[in-house]
């Protein structure tokens, strides 16, 4: 069991350095397809392969690229760390429960990291885990899923007249709709909304703050305390 855990793990390492890379591709305007490895964004050094190995290869490098000793950037290695932990601790669970939750999983984390690096969410992202979250768990009709369905039309009623709530994050909640509960996407929207407000709060920050994040690290935080 503690192999097949540990596989599990390096699994969900390894998707979420894929994810990581595809986000920070996207936000930069890159190509998605190349047959070179990915470059230290400071020297411009193609990275050797040990280097690409997801969690080792920020360890073997002590936190510095190789060639030039610049402070590497961790927010990969935080994926890494958070998507294999996800793999590990949700792949046991009925495969109509977990192949919908950790497809939703990975494509909220990537949509968290494009909205935080360039405003942009990817809609076709969202298509699969929801219609596998439907098709598995169709919703029963109850009173706090006509909450969440009146929600989600004022938002997008308020996304098209204004510009204080984005359109994909409307679209990323219909997507927590898709997956879970309504009363654990109402839990979600609630503690994102805290979150967003006490940052904007804390650092005084003006400018328009990515809200899928928030979204992102609710949700996980609902559904696996759950």
Same mark, same amino acid.
């Given at each position: 069991m503690l192999l097949l855990n540990s596989l599990m793990f390096t699994i969900g390492a390894c998707c979420?350095?894929?994810?990581?890379?595809?986000?920070?591709?996207?936000?930069?305007?890159?190509?998605?397809?190349?047959?070179?490895?990915?470059?230290?964004?400071?020297?411009?050094?193609?990275?050797?392969?040990?280097? #690409?190995?997801?969690? *080792?290869?920020? !360890?073997?490098?002590?936190? %510095?690229? /190789?060639?030039?000793?610049?402070?590497?950037? +961790?927010?990969?290695?935080?994926?890494?760390?958070?998507?294999g932990g996800l793999v590990l601790f949700n792949w046991q669970l009925p495969l109509p429960l977990s192949l919908p939750l950790l497809l939703g999983y990975a494509v909220l984390i990537f949509n968290s990291l494009t909205d935080r690096l360039s405003f942009s969410v990817f809609p076709?992202?969202?298509?699969?885990?929801?219609?596998?979250?439907?098709?598995?768990?169709?919703?029963?009709?109850?009173?706090?899923?006509?909450?969440?369905?009146? #929600?989600?039309?004022? *938002?997008?009623? !308020?996304?098209?007249?204004? %510009?204080? /709530?984005?359109?994909?994050?409307?679209?990323? +909640?219909?997507?927590?709709?898709c997956l879970a509960t309504p009363d654990l996407v109402l839990t979600s929207l609630t503690l994102a909304s805290f979150g967003a407000l006490l940052t904007f709060a804390l650092t005084h920050q003006r400018a328009q703050l990515p809200f899928v994040p928030f979204l992102t690290w609710a949700f996980i935080m609902t559904t696996q305390l759950d």
């Amino acid at each position: 069991m503690l192999l097949l855990n540990s596989l599990m793990f390096t699994i969900g390492a390894c998707c979420g350095s894929f994810i990581t890379c595809m986000a920070e591709r996207l936000s930069d305007m890159q190509s998605l397809y190349t047959k070179q490895r990915s470059v230290c964004p400071q020297c411009q050094h193609q990275l050797r392969f040990w280097q #690409l190995i997801p969690l *080792l290869g920020v !360890l073997l490098q002590r936190g %510095k690229c /190789f060639d030039c000793q610049t402070a590497i950037n +961790l927010r990969s290695t935080w994926i890494e760390l958070l998507c294999g932990g996800l793999v590990l601790f949700n792949w046991q669970l009925p495969l109509p429960l977990s192949l919908p939750l950790l497809l939703g999983y990975a494509v909220l984390i990537f949509n968290s990291l494009t909205d935080r690096l360039s405003f942009s969410v990817f809609p076709i992202t969202l298509i699969l885990p929801g219609v596998l979250g439907l098709w598995f768990q169709p919703p029963i009709l109850s009173i706090p899923l006509a909450i969440v369905a009146t #929600l989600l039309l004022g *938002l997008y009623g !308020l996304a098209w007249k204004t %510009k204080k /709530f984005g359109l994909g994050d409307v679209d990323i +909640l219909v997507l927590l709709s898709c997956l879970a509960t309504p009363d654990l996407v109402l839990t979600s929207l609630t503690l994102a909304s805290f979150g967003a407000l006490l940052t904007f709060a804390l650092t005084h920050q003006r400018a328009q703050l990515p809200f899928v994040p928030f979204l992102t690290w609710a949700f996980i935080m609902t559904t696996q305390l759950d």
